[in-house]
Protein backbone atom coordinates (compact mmCIF):
# COMPACT_ATOMS: atom_id res chain seq x y z
CA UNK A 1 0.00 0.00 0.00
CA UNK A 2 1.34 3.28 -0.90
CA UNK A 3 2.40 5.92 1.53
CA UNK A 4 -0.43 8.29 -0.13
CA UNK A 5 -2.96 5.68 0.62
CA UNK A 6 -2.47 4.97 4.35
CA UNK A 7 -2.64 8.72 4.55
CA UNK A 8 -5.99 9.49 2.92
CA UNK A 9 -7.42 6.36 5.31
CA UNK A 10 -6.58 7.78 7.96
CA UNK A 11 -7.62 11.10 7.29
CA UNK A 12 -11.04 9.47 6.73
CA UNK A 13 -10.57 7.83 9.91
CA UNK A 14 -10.12 11.07 11.92
CA UNK A 15 -12.73 12.87 9.96
CA UNK A 16 -15.47 10.12 10.96
CA UNK A 17 -14.41 10.18 14.66
CA UNK A 18 -14.66 13.97 14.70
CA UNK A 19 -17.93 13.88 13.32
CA UNK A 20 -19.07 11.11 15.69
CA UNK A 21 -17.94 13.51 18.39
CA UNK A 22 -19.63 16.30 17.45
CA UNK A 23 -22.69 14.28 17.29
CA UNK A 24 -22.51 13.15 20.60
CA UNK A 25 -21.53 16.31 21.86
CA UNK A 26 -24.61 18.08 20.30
CA UNK A 27 -27.26 15.53 21.27
CA UNK A 28 -26.45 15.52 25.02
CA UNK A 29 -25.72 19.60 25.43
CA UNK A 30 -28.16 20.53 22.93
CA UNK A 31 -30.70 17.80 22.33
CA UNK A 32 -30.50 16.23 25.83
CA UNK A 33 -31.48 18.86 27.54
CA UNK A 34 -35.24 18.84 26.43
CA UNK A 35 -35.58 15.21 24.62
CA UNK A 36 -34.38 13.71 28.16
CA UNK A 37 -36.49 16.05 30.94
CA UNK A 38 -33.89 18.69 31.59
CA UNK A 39 -35.31 22.10 32.92
CA UNK A 40 -35.53 24.45 31.00
CA UNK A 41 -36.12 28.27 33.26
CA UNK A 42 -36.92 31.83 31.76
CA UNK A 43 -37.39 34.90 33.93
CA UNK A 44 -40.43 33.89 34.97
CA UNK A 45 -41.23 30.15 33.81
CA UNK A 46 -39.57 26.91 34.44
CA UNK A 47 -40.17 23.61 33.24
CA UNK A 48 -40.23 21.34 36.30
CA UNK A 49 -40.49 17.84 34.45
CA UNK A 50 -41.73 16.22 30.93
CA UNK A 51 -42.75 13.16 29.86
CA UNK A 52 -43.11 11.82 25.73
CA UNK A 53 -46.34 10.24 25.65
CA UNK A 54 -46.62 9.73 21.85
CA UNK A 55 -44.86 11.29 18.95
CA UNK A 56 -45.04 14.73 19.19
CA UNK A 57 -47.03 14.18 22.62
CA UNK A 58 -45.58 15.58 25.96
CA UNK A 59 -46.90 16.05 29.65
CA UNK A 60 -45.09 19.06 31.37
CA UNK A 61 -44.99 20.33 35.15
CA UNK A 62 -44.34 23.72 35.03
CA UNK A 63 -43.39 26.30 37.31
CA UNK A 64 -44.96 29.89 37.01
CA UNK A 65 -44.15 31.90 39.99
CA UNK A 66 -45.60 30.12 42.82
CA UNK A 67 -47.92 28.20 41.03
CA UNK A 68 -47.31 24.44 39.45
CA UNK A 69 -49.28 23.49 36.23
CA UNK A 70 -49.73 20.27 34.25
CA UNK A 71 -49.88 20.98 30.56
CA UNK A 72 -50.53 18.90 27.62
CA UNK A 73 -48.12 19.48 24.09
CA UNK A 74 -49.48 18.11 20.74
CA UNK A 75 -48.70 19.59 17.46
CA UNK A 76 -52.36 20.98 17.73
CA UNK A 77 -51.35 23.33 21.45
CA UNK A 78 -51.05 23.44 24.70
CA UNK A 79 -53.67 22.66 26.66
CA UNK A 80 -53.51 23.09 30.69
CA UNK A 81 -54.72 20.05 32.61
CA UNK A 82 -54.50 21.04 36.17
CA UNK A 83 -53.11 23.68 38.50
CA UNK A 84 -52.03 21.79 41.41
CA UNK A 85 -52.68 22.63 44.85
CA UNK A 86 -50.26 23.62 47.51
CA UNK A 87 -50.12 20.58 49.21
CA UNK A 88 -49.30 18.66 45.89
CA UNK A 89 -46.96 21.27 44.49
CA UNK A 90 -45.14 21.09 48.13
CA UNK A 91 -42.54 19.23 46.76
CA UNK A 92 -41.54 20.91 43.90
CA UNK A 93 -41.75 24.23 45.41
CA UNK A 94 -39.12 23.19 48.02
CA UNK A 95 -36.75 22.04 45.45
CA UNK A 96 -34.15 24.12 43.66
CA UNK A 97 -35.24 24.60 40.45
CA UNK A 98 -31.35 23.77 39.11
CA UNK A 99 -31.72 20.51 40.87
CA UNK A 100 -33.59 17.41 39.26
CA UNK A 101 -36.54 16.51 40.77
CA UNK A 102 -37.47 12.79 41.49
CA UNK A 103 -39.31 11.33 38.42
CA UNK A 104 -41.35 9.11 41.04
CA UNK A 105 -43.24 11.91 42.16
CA UNK A 106 -44.12 13.47 39.07
CA UNK A 107 -45.39 9.99 38.42
CA UNK A 108 -47.55 9.33 40.93
CA UNK A 109 -48.45 12.92 40.82
CA UNK A 110 -49.34 12.54 37.12
CA UNK A 111 -51.24 9.17 38.44
CA UNK A 112 -53.20 11.07 40.94
CA UNK A 113 -54.09 13.56 38.23
CA UNK A 114 -55.80 11.22 35.93
CA UNK A 115 -57.42 9.57 38.13
CA UNK A 116 -59.47 12.67 39.27
CA UNK A 117 -59.85 13.45 35.83
CA UNK A 118 -61.73 10.19 35.55
CA UNK A 119 -64.13 10.92 38.59
Known amino acids: MPLEEIGSL ?7 CLILVLAYWFTKRVVGRTALGGRWKGRHLTVLEQITVGKEQKLLLVRMGERLY ?3 VTPGGVTTLRELSEEEAAPWMTQDPQTTGGSDSFVQALRRVLEQRKR
Open 10 to 16: LWALLVT
Open 70 to 72: FLA
